[in-house]
């Protein structure tokens, strides 16, 4: 049985994106938004964690474009808690590099590795299943993932699918992991709904320091060598100095792409607990909505409006008898658009780009 | 026959309202929005009566609240030419204060008077009919006005009732009016549509200096004896100390109310140019939109938009795949209502008033 001391909690915040354009800028990415209730997803996720480990065996990594807003905006954390890298480079050298840290830290911790722009209303159910995962990561010495339960056919994610294996933990019984399976057509999708063996990858881990350090060293040799050397260069130059020179030749790859799908002992713990990754307007709507009623952030007077999103950063939202639009102000930059077309922020976001006005990126 | 030089332009720019908030501010009404192709529906105004008058013989009456930002607007104007009343008093007053001062200045000359937020796009045939106008107010010594051809049974407006009797000037003929007719029910504005002898009460005017004196001294003599003591105030201290003393107490009336509707000789000069009092949000669509497409006004980024009213004052108003909405983006204030309802932006005004949000009105 793995004791929470035994536990580091590492947060990627290294994201960025522009499905939340124009409240999500170049500097302020989606995991900064205050879409938990008037925090930030980040702060909701680290303030998840709590009852599983303190600040001081919570890591946060980012990227230096928003490292001083990350800071910010988690005020109680230590300033060495919050790593920056220089340039993202996806989440394998990103864990890599926080993997080879706690080597010399914390050698014999088990590490839980989570997105911090996730929205998961049940914060128990999540830290039970963390320390579920936790323990089988430490008694197998395999990679342990958190597989969702998915609730509709969604081509957005991957999937795992899960053998027979099983192992009983204290309130979950995980599987062996069969096989990783990249997003699937809509067929294949239904199918994977069906079947009940399948669960959506969540990019929620637990392993320990020395299982993920030799599945990296085993599957991405070349980015084992990477933080080898930016490891030995840190103990000349500081770890700044040889981020700057080591990090940016790190090849950009993800650690379900580059490690756990070529990984030999998998397991997952099925979760049911609510989830959503806030891929979208639509997708506040469905964390945040209740039926037929809007969702509605910061300074907003409606009067008769129904289903819609109203969102306001600064200025006074002021909006009477619409339905099922997406609106969001912020000081420089309005979006208006009906709900069923909000996938189209990208087509905005890409005009804003060719004409060069950056200022609003 | 008048010769221009014998005519002065007075241009009323002292409206306030709230029926294009958040555009709309206490300090910047109607006037001074940008409604003419980037100008300002004052600064239009002025333009359009440059044929008739040099800005030598151009004023404009407004408040002292928006003095300094009429100015602003109007470069060109000599800052003798801008009038400021100290509080609105509704149109008698104003046009008396200024009748009173030409009584002075320029005993002979015919005024002709303008709101300053009409929207006619053919400058060239109003200045036809006020060169009539002002030519009939000469030879008859009568108050004159110019009569809109109706286009729909309006109910938002009054009505000229005119009688048979006629004059022939350069390009119009003038006819006698009756009667003035205040703002109908449906029923007779159906019915003044289809008698054809009714026309709009446009509120633009042209008489004699002497003959408007004589028409306030015999139906307003409070506002004359109070004009008489501005005057009279004015030599001993000065004008911005008179008014702030005696404007403050004339009796707040319309010229037509007070007036044109008991004057004993009143011409009606009938034009039928396009013309538009920009009423609300959707008189806008009237007089700058296509048939299906948008009125677009500032910086407006629209992909599949239509029949939409897009307006933005500062920041980048995005919009994808919106019908029929009105949207109005500034810095501290963003309105979004559909056409249908945008008369209701009083209820946001009303709302905000009620909570003591001020700095927003």
């Known amino acids: 049985m793995t004791s929470s001391t035994d536990l580091v909690a590492v947060v990627m915040a290294g994201g960025s994106g ?55 905006d988690l005020p109680d954390l230590p300033g060495d808690a919050i790593l920056a890298e220089p340039v993202g480079r996806d989440t394998a050298p990103c864990i890599g590099w926080v993997a080879w840290r706690l080597a010399q ?123 080898d050397e930016l490891a030995l260069l840190t103990s000349h130059v500081g770890e700044a100095a040889a981020l700057a020179e080591v990090y940016p030749r790190l090849h950009r790859t993800s650690i379900d792409f580059g490690v756990m799908e070529h990984a030999a002992e998998v397991w997952a713990v099925p979760v049911g607990f609510a989830w959503s990754d806030v891929g979208s307007w639509l997708g506040l709507e469905e964390v945040l909505g209740d039926a037929g009623s809007d969702v509605r952030i910061g300074d907003v007077l409606a009067l008769d409006s129904c289903r819609s999103i109203l969102v306001s950063d600064g200025p006074l939202l002021a ?10 102000a912020t000081a420089d930059a309005v979006l208006v658009l009906p709900k069923s077309q909000s996938q189209r922020v990208r087509e905005i976001v890409e005009r804003l780009r060719a004409e060069g006005r950056t200022g609003l990126l």
């Not at 702060?43 to 990594?61: H, K, N, Q, Y």
């Not at 929205?119 to 579920?132: E, M, Q, Y």
């Not at 990858?201 to 040799?221: C, D, E, K, Q, Y």
């Open 18 to 72: 522009t499905r939340f354009w124009p409240l999500s800028r170049a500097a302020r990415p989606k995991q900064l938004l205050p879409f938990a209730g008037g925090r930030s997803l980040l702060a909701a996720t680290v303030e998840r964690l709590a009852p599983l480990v303190g600040s001081d065996r919570t890591l946060i990594v980012t990227n230096a474009t928003v490292a001083e807003a990350v800071r910010a």
């Open 105 to 227: 830290t914390h050698p014999d911790a088990v590490m839980v590795v989570l997105p911090a722009d996730h929205v998961i209303p049940d914060g128990a159910a999540l830290c039970r299943a963390l320390t579920d995962a936790a323990a089988i990561a430490r008694s197998t010495g395999g990679l342990v993932t958190l597989g969702l339960a998915p609730t509709r056919p969604e081509t957005g994610y991957g999937y795992l699918e899960l053998g027979d294996e099983a192992i009983v933990a204290t309130a979950h019984t995980a599987r062996r992991v069969r096989r990783f399976v990249e997003k699937p057509d809509q067929a294949h999708a239904v199918a994977y709904l069906a079947a009940g063996n399948y669960r959506w990858n969540s990019g929620m881990f637990a392993w320990t320091v020395a299982a993920i350090v030799a599945a990296i060293r085993r599957h991405l040799p070349e980015l084992a060598a990477g933080l």
């Open 319 to 328: 909006a009477v008898g619409v339905e099922d639009l997406v609106v969001v």
